[in-house]
Each structure stands twice: as C-alpha cells, then as structure tokens.
C-alpha cells in the first residue's frame, strides 16, 4: 500500500513556474514508477509525466514540449514536477500516481494522490 500527498499548487501568472512536490508513505517507494496526470474542468484526466523507478529514464505528454520536468528522490519518498513557462491551459487539478509496472494510461497506475490545484492566470 501506498499512500501520496501532493502539494505546491496556487495562483500564478502566465510565464511563472510551480514546483509540484508528492510525498509518498511506506519503504517501498523505489519499488514503483511514477506518473503525473492532470485534469482540467470538463475534461478527461490526462498524462503529463512520468519516471522510472532509478530516476534515470522520464517520458512527457507531448504537450509539455520541455516546459516541465519530472524528477524523484527515493531517499526522500518524493517525486517532483517542476512547471515552467506557464499558460493559462496547464490550469488544472494536478495528480501525482505510482505503477508497479509501467505507462501513461490511467488504468496503469495503482495508486493516486488526491490531487492539487494548478490555476494559471493571463
């Protein structure tokens, strides 16, 4: 079992950055890949970023287009996303996941935060 906790949403403006940060529980953190997904009001909840296990391998939605980075720190329990150059349609409700195995469906992920609020004004 694990269980995540995301934080670092707010309000920013068009161009600013946000660091989004998830805190996992338990040992087993280094055990499981990681996924960021993201859902926007009226829309499906879609793929944004993901990391293996080591760190050492990362694959992004193709709208992030080098604006956004995915990083973890196994020592920490945490994995991180950090968002750069902003725009007023990244504005959703950001979710951190973990996978045993490896992907960017939702129905690959086991586990979820419960989200945190990314607002991006123009």
């Known amino acids: 079992q694990v269980q995540l906790v995301e934080s670092g949403g707010g309000l920013v403006q068009a161009g600013d950055s946000l660091r989004l940060s998830c805190a996992a529980s338990g040992r087993t953190f280094s055990s499981y890949a990681m996924g960021w997904f993201r859902q926007a009001p009226g829309k499906d909840r879609e793929f944004v970023a993901r990391?293996?296990?080591?760190?050492?391998?990362?694959y992004y939605g193709d709208f992030v287009k080098g604006r956004f980075t995915i990083s973890r720190d196994n020592a920490k329990n945490t994995v991180y996303l950090q968002m750069n150059s902003l725009k007023p349609e990244d504005t959703a409700v950001y979710y951190c996941a973990a996978t045993a195995a490896w992907g960017n469906r939702i129905s690959d992920y086991d586990y979820w935060g419960q989200g945190t609020q990314v607002t991006v004004s123009s």
């Open positions: 990391i293996t296990r080591s760190g050492g391998g990362t």
